[in-house]
């Protein structure tokens, strides 16, 4: 397997992942109907992120070449790691257990 397949990959599949886990955490969180929610909220999420799960099989054969299209190497940065969870932490907390618009 070249290198900028599983370089795609590794870019893919892992968002995808933490989106499908994290929105199955806020839905769980959810008071109306916990099990009902945590199902809805994992077909739409898996399903509809989908794309990311497969997209890095594009890479394959002739249709891109290898030369092209070169992108310099993604570093990983303590900076952007800790904000990453402070905001699933927020998103979490703040949007699971639902958001109310009115005072009924």
């Given amino acids: 397997m070249r290198r900028s397949v599983c370089r795609a990959r590794q870019l893919t599949v892992v968002p995808y992942l933490t989106a499908g886990l994290l929105s199955c955490a806020a839905g769980a ?7 009902l929610i945590l199902i809805s909220v994992a077909a739409a999420s898996f399903g509809g992120n989908s794309g990311l799960a ?10 891109i070449p ?10 990983r940065n303590r900076g952007w790691v800790i904000a990453a969870v402070v905001l699933a932490i927020g998103f979490i907390a703040g949007l699971g257990p639902g958001m109310k618009f009115h005072s009924g």
Avoid at 29 to 35: E, F, Y
Avoid at 54 to 63: A, D, H, P, S, V
Avoid at 68 to 75: R, T
């Fill in 66 to 75: 290898s030369r092209e299209l070169q992108m310099p190497e993604i570093e």
């Fill in 29 to 35: 969180l959810n008071p109306v109907g916990p099990l």
């Fill in 54 to 63: 497969w997209m890095w099989k594009l890479l394959y054969g002739q249709r």
